[in-house]
């Protein structure tokens, strides 16, 4: 029989906790919190508006979370389309080289050294996680408590102190040169430096960041930065030193260590400050090292140190031409990489060997009596100069040409290129005065003026160039007129008066066409007047002895280059130099001018103290001097080369007394072909040209001579190419006339016209 159950201990609590249950009511809580609990219930309760406004701002962080997270999937999708093989891909030096395959330089692609972690001293790596990153190796490319912390501090501040930038960002914004700044930039760094964290290591990513950021005054990666500021490998940098190169980076130009030392010196005391609060150094440490003032070399003697992460040749006017040039030969993506091989023309011995030359010269001339110029050696540029801009010393410049290639061995702008990196040879159009006189002598010959053919040399009449704009009549040097004399004289002792007759009887429109062709200023540009027959028009030095290469090169001219071909680091070849060739007159008028510059430089002419200068070989030339001698010139050449000498100032003004370009350019002239010779450049008799006859012809006309011309002492013999003889016998002396004149003299027999032909082609009767 079943056990009688024992009733159950009643109390009140249980009693109402039955009689809930029997009527259904809920039990109130009790207690001081049961009834905090109790009467929100019911305040909550009667107040329904709160309950809308709460779901509503419920409602709205949720749709605020949701339109953040569609706009960082944006980002990311936006940075999924960068290529990230390009954080790797660091611009390389792209190395120019002469014509010996010397290194002229390095171009392009910041020509940084990518050095490994262990190559870089451990104090710059804990310097710099210490100071730009310090959650580096917690975070995943964005530290999200360093946004917390900047945005707060920044906020208290009202301004921005403090960034929140990760090194992956940074490494993010330089790999893709992302400059902006705006909140649309930093999320796509914050997007791009995830996918960085992703696809590479923390010493990966470290390797490459201090590689690839820029560390002031065009040193790119920490070996060349090293080297630049202290002279040494990154590897033996002391902590002092690491600090002030870390300090640097947040602002290259404000804490330049060259320009602004104390501001860096602050940096770095500030880095040592922040690897003491990250537990990087101890107190004592970190002291004794905010104490110590690195030594930075001085930014002068920069060149001699780092040539793109090595040591290189200071940068002149052949290294800037080559940079100006590639920037038309090739599309800026392919410069930007690097790591390209430019062969040039260039031969580096003879560009030393100008370079002195020039010096040395002008040296002597700036020692003169009643020089009046600052000396080169004590000029000092503006401390915020133009690098562009002019100097206030004596210049000069020289460009050497291979006339049967165009191939340009030497370029020298200047006197001093960190000075003044304005180029004169390729830059600078300055008057070119009787330079210009061998054109046109040679576009007369064009039109059937022979050397031996008398022009005369009294003062321009008013009305003998009819359609000169202003009346006008040049002067010699000498102050002497001749009379009648053949037109060889006028080019030889360089005469104005002959010149400008001669250029009458080529024509202007022939002689300015000559000068487009030649390349020295487009035809709409040449001055329509008759002085522009003496040089009164600008060109450069380059264009000149370009257009003088034609002397020698049987009336062709090659363009002028010093680009021969680019090749990638791979083999590829990105360019190669074509051959563009144009005659700029014919053989026989090369000839025939050649043969008048070849006296310029013999007893009579005005380059008569080559000789005297120690350069022997068979030479051709002409000097050239402008209005009060602003400007003095030397244009020459031999079998081989053809070289031009410019001299004058930034600022036109006179030279020196006397300082015609037989005294002032021609020295500098002789001692680049003198080294041009010794180096090995061959110079032989220049060049002939071929079917060469002996003519006689009449000094009035040109035209074949007659006997008329013989009795009137007007008939000479002629060497000319076959090509050029006359076609026709001189019709101003009849056969028989005695005179010079037209008539009065007695008629002779009339000998057949093969007869007369063979007779003055110097076949005898």
């Not at 970190?286 to 090595?310: I, M, Q, Y």
Request: a neutral charge; hydrophobic letters at 40%; aromatic letters at 8%.
């Amino acid at each position: 029989m079943p056990r009688p159950s024992r009733p159950s201990k009643s109390t009140p609590a249980s009693r109402q906790r039955r009689m809930n249950a029997v009527t259904g009511k809920r039990q109130l809580p009790s207690g001081p919190w049961a009834l905090r609990i109790g009467r929100f219930a019911l305040w909550w309760h009667h107040h329904p508006w709160l309950r809308v406004f709460l779901a509503v701002g419920v409602f709205s962080v949720v749709l605020g979370l949701i339109a953040l997270l569609g706009v960082w999937l944006y980002f990311c999708q936006i940075a999924k389309r960068y290529d990230l093989a390009e954080v790797s891909r660091m611009p390389m030096e792209s190395r120019v080289l002469d014509a010996r395959g010397q290194l002229l330089g390095s171009l392009h692609g910041d020509g940084r050294s990518i050095v490994p972690l262990e190559a870089v001293s451990p104090w710059f790596l804990k310097a710099l996680v210490a100071r730009e990153d310090s959650r580096f190796y917690e975070h995943d490319g964005v530290d999200w408590i360093g946004v917390i912390r900047a945005s707060l501090r920044n906020s208290m501040r009202g301004e921005i102190v403090e960034g929140a930038g990760t090194i992956s960002m940074q490494l993010a914004r330089n790999t893709f040169d992302l400059r902006a700044k705006s909140l649309k930039r930093k999320l796509l760094e914050a997007a791009l430096s995830k996918r960085i964290e992703e696809a590479y290591s923390k010493d990966e990513i470290l390797r490459l960041y201090i590689n690839r950021i820029f560390y002031g005054t065009g040193l790119h990666g920490v070996e060349q930065a090293a080297r630049g500021y202290y002279g040494k490998p990154a590897s033996e940098m002391t902590l002092a030193e690491s600090a002030m190169l870390v300090g640097i980076i947040r602002a290259p130009n404000r804490f330049s260590p060259f320009r602004h030392y104390e501001a860096a010196l602050a940096e770095q005391r500030d880095v040592i400050g922040r690897m003491e609060v990250e537990g990087a150094l101890d107190a004592s440490l970190a002291a004794t090292a905010k104490e110590e003032r690195p030594v930075v070399l001085p930014e002068s003697s920069l060149g001699s140190r780092v040539d793109r992460g090595g040591p290189r040749l200071e940068r002149d006017y052949p290294l800037e031409a080559v940079e100006r040039e590639l920037a038309h030969l090739l599309p800026q993506e392919e410069l930007d990489k690097g790591g390209l091989e430019i062969s040039t023309t260039f031969d580096l011995v003879l560009q030393r060997a100008a370079a002195h030359a020039v010096e040395t010269r002008l040296a002597e001339i700036e020692q003169e009596p009643g020089y009046a110029h600052p000396l080169a050696r004590s000029w000092q540029p503006a401390a915020e100069g133009d690098p562009e801009a002019s100097t206030d010393y004596l210049q000069a410049a020289v460009t050497v040409i291979e006339q049967a290639s165009g191939e340009i061995r030497v370029l020298i702008g200047g006197r001093n290129f960190a000075q003044s990196r304005f180029d004169r040879a390729r830059q600078a159009r300055r008057q070119v005065g009787s330079v210009i006189k061998p054109l046109v002598y040679a576009a007369a010959f064009e039109q059937g003026l022979f050397p031996g053919t008398y022009v005369s040399d009294d003062p321009l009449k008013p009305g003998e160039i009819p359609w000169a704009k202003q009346k006008w009549s040049p002067k010699n040097s000498d102050g002497r007129f001749l009379g009648a004399q053949p037109a060889s004289k006028g080019l030889i002792e360089s005469r104005n008066t002959m010149t400008v007759r001669v250029g009458e009887r080529a024509g202007f429109g022939a002689v300015s066409a000559l000068i487009a062709q030649a390349g020295l200023i487009p035809e709409e540009e040449v001055p329509v007047s008759p002085q522009t027959y003496i040089g009164n028009l600008g060109a450069t030095l380059e264009s000149l002895t370009s257009a003088y290469t034609a002397f020698p090169g049987a009336g062709f001219r090659h363009e002028p280059y010093f680009i021969t071909r680019i090749t990638r680091s791979d083999g590829g070849v990105l360019y190669e130099h074509a051959d563009q060739t144009r005659e700029l007159v014919s053989p026989g008028a090369a000839w025939l001018t050649s043969r008048l510059l070849e006296q310029v430089t013999g007893p009579k002419g005005t380059a008569r103290g080559l000789a005297e200068l120690g350069f022997t070989a068979p030479a051709a030339g002409k000097t050239g001097t402008t209005d009060d001698f602003h400007d003095a010139w030397f244009l020459g050449y031999t079998s081989r080369l053809t070289a031009g000498v410019w001299v004058g100032l930034d600022r036109p003004g006179r030279i020196v007394n006397r300082g015609y370009g037989s005294r002032v350019a021609l020295p500098v002239w002789a001692d680049v072909m003198a080294a041009a010779q010794q180096i090995g450049y061959e110079c032989g008799a220049l060049p002939v040209a071929d079917d060469i006859m002996d003519v006689e012809l009449c000094r009035d006309t040109g035209a074949l001579a007659t006997e008329g011309c013989h009795k009137a002492d007007r008939s000479y013999r002629e060497r000319v190419p076959h090509a050029m003889i006359p076609r026709e016998f001189c019709s101003r002396h009849a056969p028989g006339v005695t005179s010079g004149g037209g008539g009065g003299g007695t008629e002779a027999e009339e000998p057949g016209l093969w007869r007369r032909f063979g007779k003055a082609l110097g076949f005898g009767d």
